[in-house]
């Protein structure tokens, strides 16, 4: 199937580091699939996160899209003088569109993720959750094409965190996105995703399919697949 993201022999080094953080990367994205990137702390995944989003430059080889890409960051990371709707329409800013039409869309975006009523309250009267909706909401505002999520997760709640689970699932499905999510969970990668990236010091260590069917549960054949993975993590590598 063809990519609608690429990197292409793609290597990046933070000033002042002496090993790259990712070397001679070459991995694509189908469309419409829903890939996880797990790996340990200083593996390169969020790395390729900022790739992908355009965030830093390749310092060696090539990226190629063929979308519209948005990114649904930690905690939300919004601006807590500004309402979820003043929030989400920052998204538009910069698009063409009048403050009208972007409050508008940005509204309908509240909408899809269940904000609608919150649409006037400011980040810190909203829960953990509710914040992490908004901010998805400012990254479907732009109709993207491709979502790239960072642990979006991490800071929620188990119960909540499985609700969320359950609502980007359905809007992978319904707007038939392609979703790249970097997780800190196994569990969580392979209950969401269809195939897991492993990376390891800066390199992808292996493509892990997942083809459980939906919906998924934490049972034998996931905890299976989630330690399978979790092997390959902590394997040594061969000298």
């Known amino acids: 199937m063809e990519s609608v993201l690429e990197l ?17 990367l070459s991995v694509g994205f189908p469309a419409h699939s829903f890939t996880a990137i797990v790996g ?27 979308g519209r890409i948005s990114m649904v960051f930690q905690s ?23 403050e ?13 993720v269940g904000m609608a ?14 914040r992490q909706r908004v901010g998805i909401a400012r990254a479907l505002v732009t109709d993207p094409d491709i979502l790239l999520m960072d642990e979006p997760f991490s800071a929620l709640d188990v119960e909540t965190a499985e609700r969320l689970h359950r609502e980007v699932l359905s809007l992978w499905q319904r707007r038939s996105l392609t ?19 492993v990376m390891k010091a800066g390199s992808l260590k292996k493509f892990v399919p997942v083809t459980l069917p939906y919906p998924r549960h934490l049972e034998t054949r996931t905890m299976h697949i989630a330690n399978e993975i979790r ?4 394997e040594r590598d061969r000298v």
């Open 76 to 98: 939300g990371a919004l601006l807590p003088w500004k309402t979820a709707e003043e929030n989400v329409a920052l998204g538009l800013m910069n698009a063409g569109f009048s």
């Open 179 to 197: 979703v790249i999510l970097v997780s800190h969970s196994l569990e969580e990668a392979v209950l969401l995703a269809q195939s897991v990236l």
């Open 100 to 112: 009208h039409e972007q409050f508008a869309k940005a509204r309908a975006a509240l909408g899809e």
């Open 40 to 66: 340990p702390s200083g593996g390169g995944k969020s790395t390729v996160l900022k790739l992908l989003a355009g965030l830093i430059p390749p310092q060696t080889g090539e990226m190629h899209t063929d």
């Open 117 to 130: 009523q919150f649409a006037r309250e400011l980040p810190r009267d909203l829960s953990g959750g509710q």
């Open 231 to 234: 092997l390959l993590i902590h």
């Open 8 to 24: 292409k022999d793609v290597s990046y080094a933070y000033p002042g580091h002496n090993a790259p953080a990712i070397e001679a």
